[in-house]
């Protein structure tokens, strides 16, 4: 097989950053990977809070850390001085390494597995701020109402395995190992609801009977998997809960800093047109909108 080079030209798929701004106290902030700003007017909730982005090189060869600075500037930008809750989806470092830092520079409480709570130990967050999520419990933040569904990573799971100890950066990045991996439900007292699928993975029949009329849907790596897995997946998340608006997040090169624009992960790693052809005709076939968020924008998915 001929080695592909180069990434995907997000820019055929211009026309797919087409979800609604917000015009009421309700929206969705995307930002990067698979952050997403929950904030109803009174309370705000944030997915993994990953806003460091270390490049590559140190990525791979040397010891990564929470960026400070980078945090700091993310969080002015997005106007999130208070947040009730983050919420890694797992805790690979491209998704919870800031999340003790976030919660603390927020006043969160840090909410997931075990592993997410030896993340939070690590960096210092007091113990009454962190909070291990019982599966399919709901959990009540002013007015949004969280589940967390127990799920899988997308293969393959470089890092697999959970966390059982402390991680105190700056670590490797193999340290931060998968841990439990979730799918969140989130149900708002205005009757709005979603999926947020922060990884490429599921566990079958995990979502029966659950219901969500958005589902934000990670796709980062779904485009090197089968055909018939990537259909697997619709059916899993989109399907199971009957989404009619799908938003896809964790496409973006996340070794690119977030003040620089959005470019798809490369082609050695993923392959967003194979994930687009393919989700394309399932969403045809049932009426399903796909759409991609616009990073800093504050959205109405439900609009």
């Given at each position: 097989?001929?080695?592909?080079?180069?990434?995907?030209?997000?820019?055929?798929?211009?026309?797919?950053?087409?979800?609604?701004?917000?015009?009421?106290?309700?929206?969705?902030?995307?930002?990067?990977?698979?952050?997403?700003?929950?904030?109803?007017?009174?309370?705000?909730?944030?997915?993994?809070?990953?806003?460091?982005?270390?490049?590559?090189?140190?990525?791979?060869?040397?010891?990564?850390?929470?960026?400070?600075?980078?945090?700091?500037?993310?969080?002015?930008?997005?106007?999130?001085?208070?947040?009730?809750?983050?919420?890694?989806?797992?805790?690979?470092?491209?998704?919870?390494?800031?999340?003790?830092?976030?919660?603390?520079?927020?006043?969160?409480?840090?909410?997931?597995?075990?592993?997410?709570?030896?993340?939070?130990?690590?960096?210092?967050?007091?113990?009454?701020?962190?909070?291990?999520?019982?599966?399919?419990?709901?959990?009540?933040?002013?007015?949004?109402?969280?589940?967390?569904?127990?799920?899988?990573?997308?293969?393959?799971?470089?890092?697999?395995?959970?966390?059982?100890?402390?991680?105190?950066?700056?670590?490797?990045?193999?340290?931060?190992?998968?841990?439990?991996?979730?799918?969140?439900?989130?149900?708002?007292?205005?009757?709005?609801?979603?999926?947020?699928?922060?990884?490429?993975?599921?566990?079958?029949?995990?979502?029966?009977?659950?219901?969500?009329?958005?589902?934000?849907?990670?796709?980062?790596?779904?485009?090197?998997?089968?055909?018939?897995?990537?259909?697997?997946?619709?059916?899993?998340?989109?399907?199971?809960?009957?989404?009619?608006?799908?938003?896809?997040?964790?496409?973006?090169?996340?070794?690119?800093?977030?003040?620089?624009?959005?470019?798809?992960?490369?082609?050695?790693?993923?392959?967003?047109?194979?994930?687009?052809?393919?989700?394309?005709?399932?969403?045809?076939?049932?009426g399903v909108a796909i759409h991609f968020p616009t990073v800093w924008r504050c959205e109405d998915p439900w609009a």
């Open positions: 097989m001929r080695l592909k080079l180069g990434r995907p030209d997000l820019g055929q798929y211009a026309h797919r950053f087409d979800v609604p701004a917000a015009t009421g106290p309700l929206g969705v902030t995307f930002l990067g990977v698979a952050s997403l700003l929950l904030d109803d007017g009174e309370t705000a909730l944030m997915t993994d809070g990953f806003f460091s982005r270390p490049p590559l090189v140190k990525v791979v060869l040397g010891k990564v850390a929470p960026d400070l600075e980078r945090i700091d500037a993310v969080l002015a930008r997005a106007g999130v001085d208070r947040l009730a809750a983050v919420l890694p989806v797992h805790t690979h470092y491209d998704h919870a390494m800031d999340s003790a830092v976030v919660a603390d520079r927020t006043g969160a409480d840090l909410v997931g597995g075990e592993s997410t709570a030896y993340v939070g130990r690590g960096g210092g967050l007091p113990a009454e701020r962190i909070r291990v999520a019982t599966p399919g419990e709901p959990m009540t933040y002013g007015g949004f109402t969280l589940t967390l569904v127990e799920s899988h990573h997308c293969p393959p799971d470089r890092f697999p395995g959970e966390i059982t100890a402390p991680v105190v950066p700056p670590v490797k990045a193999g340290a931060y190992k998968c841990g439990e991996a979730w799918s969140i439900l989130v149900e708002h007292a205005s009757g709005a609801s979603a999926l947020l699928q922060g990884s490429a993975g599921y566990v079958e029949g995990a979502l029966a009977g659950r219901r969500a009329d958005v589902a934000y849907l990670g796709v980062g790596q779904l485009g090197v998997q089968s055909e018939a897995y990537i259909r697997a997946y619709w059916a899993e998340t989109v399907q199971a809960v009957g989404a009619r608006r799908v938003v896809l997040t964790h496409w973006d090169d996340f070794f690119r800093p977030l003040d620089r624009e959005l470019r798809a992960l490369p082609y050695l790693g993923d392959d967003l047109h194979v994930t687009m052809r393919v989700l394309d005709e399932l969403a045809s076939a049932s």
